[in-house]
Structure formats: C-alpha cells, structure tokens
C-alpha cells in the first residue's frame, strides 16, 4: 500500500512570503487523514511548521502518520526550509512518540494550573512592591539577550533567536512597564530585593512570562516565593488559571512548577531538516 499527500487547496501565499497548504493524507488513493503544513509567523519562511496531522481511528497504528510526517518534511525541504516545527498536545502520547520517533527534539513545554479559592501566601519576611521604571530598564537590558540565548541554545540561528527575542519583547510591552494587563513585581526578602515577576492578564488566563532570582539569593526557595505570588496576583485578577512555557533541560524549574501542581498542556520540538 503506497501512502501520499493530495493537496486540497493551492498553495497559499501570504504578503510577507509566508507559504501554507492543506492535504489528505491517501492509501493507495483513499482518505485516511490530514495535514496542514505552513511556513513560521514567527521565524519566517525557513522554517516550516506541521499545524496539524491526523489520521482517522480505522487506519491509526498502521504507520500512515509517519509516511504523511516524512512526507511534509519532503515539502518543506521544496520550499527552502531548513528546520520543521510542530506543536504536540499534551494528552496525545502517541503522537509524541512518533515525533521523537522521527527525531524531531524537545524545546519547550507549556504548563498550567488551575486557581483554587484559596489565596497563597507569602512566606514570612517576604513582600511585594511594583517595579520602577530603572528596574525595569535594567531588567530589559538584561531580559532580551537571555531570551535570545535561550533560543540559540536549543537549534535557532543566531538571527532569528535575536529577532524572536526582540520581537517578542516589542509586541508584548508596546507600553513598556505600563502596558496594559502586564504586572512587573520586585520581590523583596527582610527589605533586601531577591528576585522579579511578570505576569499577563491579557487573556482568559494568566501567564507567567518572566521568573527569575537574583543571582545571590537561588537555592534560598525564593523562586517558589515568587510563583506564590504570581498565583496570589491572577487570583486577584479573577483568573481561573495560570500558565507558562519552561525550557527543555531547565530541570530546577521544572522540579519546582511540578510541586506546585503545574501540569503538562503542550510541547514543541523541533527537527533540522538536512
């Protein structure tokens, strides 16, 4: 049996250069599923991306979702793109197995938590105050390499690891520390700074975009401190749960989201196409 991709539309161009196609996924010419492959929004026209991929429940275990993979891939390549993005759920285990299976690599996941009645607390000693405008300079100076870093670490070229840093930055804090529905927080223990916070509220839920210790005061639990504080924060806001992306390989911070009851949403991997 000969598994293929029929498209079912043209290809898709959007002004910027960006490409995008739907298929079916056949079996010796019969419909066993779907894909949708697009170039990134957000590393731009040398990366692709798998959207979507699915194989109906008759023909699944059969190998059908690797070949429509693999074959993706071959597209990808056609259109000049060096690496292949997805984006797997966190409840579809099989499709995970396949992806590692075909080599793509763990980046990063998204992690949430539901919000219950109760409010945390901060541990004694430890208090909150909003961040200053200097904080805030100084945080960002700080802030967009570390993020560009991050991404170089785990396969993005250099450029586009800059560019996604900046352009994050830019898109989110078009008003700096007084955009809208963003809260910059200083953590202070017994009056001495330890550590900052930002927390979205833009959305149904809230998210975590930056934690981070002081250098001089990690290992002291003051990183636990400030995710009390961000649950503390969404609470207030209304919000009925809060999210964040952690880096693959960062395991103190993932050790840490894990005892405070955070769960796997998603993940993102990634695969050099050669």
Not at 181 to 192: A, G, I, P, Q, Y
Not at 228 to 238: D, H, K, N, P, T
Request: aromatic share 8%; proline share 5%; hydrophobic share 40%.
């Amino acid at each position: 049996m000969t598994t293929t991709l029929r498209p079912t539309e043209p290809l898709q161009r959007a002004a910027d250069g960006g490409l995008s196609r739907r298929y079916q996924v056949c079996v010796n010419s019969r419909p066993v599923g779907a894909i949708h492959l697009s170039t990134s929004a957000t590393f731009g026209p040398r990366v692709a991306e798998i959207k979507d991929l699915r194989i109906e429940e008759p023909d699944r275990g059969r190998g059908r979702g690797t070949v429509a993979a693999l074959a993706a891939e071959e597209v990808a390549r056609g259109w000049g793109c060096g690496r292949i993005d997805l984006r797997v759920p966190a409840d579809a285990e099989a499709a995970l197995r396949l992806a590692t299976a075909l080599g793509y690599v763990h980046r990063n996941r998204g992690l949430e938590k539901p919000l219950g009645s109760v409010v945390p607390e901060l541990p004694a000693g430890s208090r909150a105050r909003p961040m200053t405008e200097a904080e805030f300079g100084r945080w960002y100076e700080q802030a967009v390499p570390e993020y560009a870093q991050d991404w170089l670490d785990r396969g993005v070229p250099e450029d586009e690891a800059w560019a996604r840093s900046r352009r994050d930055h830019e898109v989110l804090l078009t008003q700096g520390l007084a955009t809208e529905n963003m809260r910059f927080s200083v953590l202070e223990h017994e009056d001495t700074r330890v550590g900052v916070l930002w927390v979205s509220f833009a959305d149904a839920k809230a998210f975590v975009f930056d934690v981070r210790t002081d250098e001089p005061f990690r290992g002291r639990g003051h990183g636990r401190s400030l995710m009390l504080l961000a649950e503390a924060q969404a609470a207030a806001a209304g919000k009925r749960a809060i999210g964040l992306n952690v880096f693959a390989g960062n395991t103190p911070a993932e050790r840490l989201y894990e005892s405070l009851g955070y769960v796997p949403v998603g993940y993102s991997l990634y695969k050099h196409l050669l």
